[in-house]
Protein backbone atom coordinates (compact mmCIF):
# COMPACT_ATOMS: atom_id res chain seq x y z
CA UNK A 1 0.00 0.00 0.00
CA UNK A 2 1.17 3.24 -1.00
CA UNK A 3 1.41 6.42 1.15
CA UNK A 4 -0.47 9.59 0.25
CA UNK A 5 1.71 12.09 -1.32
CA UNK A 6 0.93 14.50 1.66
CA UNK A 7 2.67 11.62 3.79
CA UNK A 8 5.46 10.12 1.89
CA UNK A 9 8.29 13.47 2.06
CA UNK A 10 8.04 13.38 5.83
CA UNK A 11 10.72 12.18 8.09
CA UNK A 12 11.08 12.28 11.82
CA UNK A 13 14.79 12.58 13.28
CA UNK A 14 14.57 11.54 16.94
CA UNK A 15 18.10 13.00 18.22
CA UNK A 16 20.14 12.38 21.64
CA UNK A 17 22.34 15.07 23.03
CA UNK A 18 25.20 14.33 25.66
CA UNK A 19 24.23 16.40 28.78
CA UNK A 20 27.81 16.18 30.53
CA UNK A 21 26.16 18.19 33.93
CA UNK A 22 23.11 15.67 34.82
CA UNK A 23 25.00 12.10 32.82
CA UNK A 24 22.18 11.83 30.63
CA UNK A 25 21.09 12.61 27.14
CA UNK A 26 18.34 14.59 26.28
CA UNK A 27 16.17 13.78 23.05
CA UNK A 28 15.64 16.17 20.44
CA UNK A 29 12.70 16.07 17.42
CA UNK A 30 12.81 17.56 14.22
CA UNK A 31 10.86 16.96 11.62
CA UNK A 32 11.45 17.59 7.86
CA UNK A 33 9.22 17.80 4.46
CA UNK A 34 11.07 16.90 1.36
CA UNK A 35 14.55 17.09 3.54
CA UNK A 36 13.78 20.18 4.88
CA UNK A 37 13.86 21.14 8.32
CA UNK A 38 10.42 22.26 9.09
CA UNK A 39 10.21 22.32 12.86
CA UNK A 40 12.20 21.17 15.34
CA UNK A 41 15.23 23.32 17.78
CA UNK A 42 16.18 23.23 21.24
CA UNK A 43 12.63 24.84 22.52
CA UNK A 44 11.70 21.11 21.40
CA UNK A 45 13.80 19.25 24.13
CA UNK A 46 11.90 16.82 25.86
CA UNK A 47 12.47 17.04 29.48
CA UNK A 48 11.00 16.20 32.97
CA UNK A 49 11.20 16.21 36.62
CA UNK A 50 13.31 12.61 36.16
CA UNK A 51 15.97 13.81 33.79
CA UNK A 52 18.63 11.74 35.41
CA UNK A 53 15.74 8.57 34.20
CA UNK A 54 15.09 9.27 31.11
CA UNK A 55 16.96 6.46 29.17
CA UNK A 56 15.09 3.61 31.30
CA UNK A 57 11.77 5.44 31.44
CA UNK A 58 11.81 4.16 27.35
CA UNK A 59 7.91 4.02 27.29
CA UNK A 60 7.31 7.77 29.23
CA UNK A 61 9.87 8.87 26.92
CA UNK A 62 8.38 7.06 24.02
CA UNK A 63 4.54 8.89 25.09
CA UNK A 64 6.56 12.45 25.13
CA UNK A 65 8.53 11.89 21.90
CA UNK A 66 4.30 10.99 20.32
CA UNK A 67 2.79 13.52 21.85
CA UNK A 68 5.39 16.56 21.11
CA UNK A 69 5.68 15.10 17.20
CA UNK A 70 1.78 15.55 17.06
CA UNK A 71 1.59 18.76 18.57
CA UNK A 72 4.69 20.07 16.16
CA UNK A 73 2.34 18.23 13.21
CA UNK A 74 -0.41 19.90 14.61
CA UNK A 75 1.58 23.59 14.01
CA UNK A 76 2.91 22.46 10.65
CA UNK A 77 -0.96 21.75 9.54
CA UNK A 78 -2.21 25.13 10.81
CA UNK A 79 0.97 26.65 8.42
CA UNK A 80 -0.10 24.91 5.37
CA UNK A 81 -3.08 23.35 5.55
CA UNK A 82 -3.23 21.96 2.02
CA UNK A 83 -1.11 19.35 3.33
CA UNK A 84 -4.05 17.29 4.77
CA UNK A 85 -1.67 15.88 8.36
CA UNK A 86 -3.28 12.93 9.21
CA UNK A 87 -1.81 13.25 13.02
CA UNK A 88 -3.37 10.03 14.07
CA UNK A 89 -1.69 8.24 11.75
CA UNK A 90 1.83 9.70 12.31
CA UNK A 91 4.09 7.17 13.47
CA UNK A 92 7.20 7.55 14.66
CA UNK A 93 10.75 5.32 15.41
CA UNK A 94 10.10 3.55 18.96
CA UNK A 95 12.69 4.96 21.66
CA UNK A 96 14.43 1.78 21.79
CA UNK A 97 15.70 1.72 18.35
CA UNK A 98 17.45 5.07 18.53
CA UNK A 99 21.05 5.06 19.58
CA UNK A 100 23.66 8.40 19.17
CA UNK A 101 23.30 10.22 16.33
CA UNK A 102 20.02 10.21 14.06
CA UNK A 103 17.38 7.95 13.48
CA UNK A 104 14.52 8.45 11.15
CA UNK A 105 10.91 7.55 11.69
CA UNK A 106 8.49 5.67 9.93
CA UNK A 107 6.87 8.28 7.72
CA UNK A 108 9.47 8.31 4.56
CA UNK A 109 9.57 7.30 1.17
CA UNK A 110 8.81 3.13 1.82
CA UNK A 111 5.52 2.34 2.11
Known sequence: ??????????????????????DIDI???SIYFRGKEVLGDEDEWI????NS?????DKKVEKK???NVKMMMSKLAEKCPEL????????????NSVQDGD?????????
Do not use: C, W
Open 1 to 22: MELPPYRRHFDVVVAYEDDDDN
Open 27 to 29: PQI
Open 47 to 50: SGKN
Open 53 to 57: LVKEM
Open 65 to 67: VRE
Open 84 to 95: KVDIEELSVAPS
Open 103 to 111: ASGADNDTP
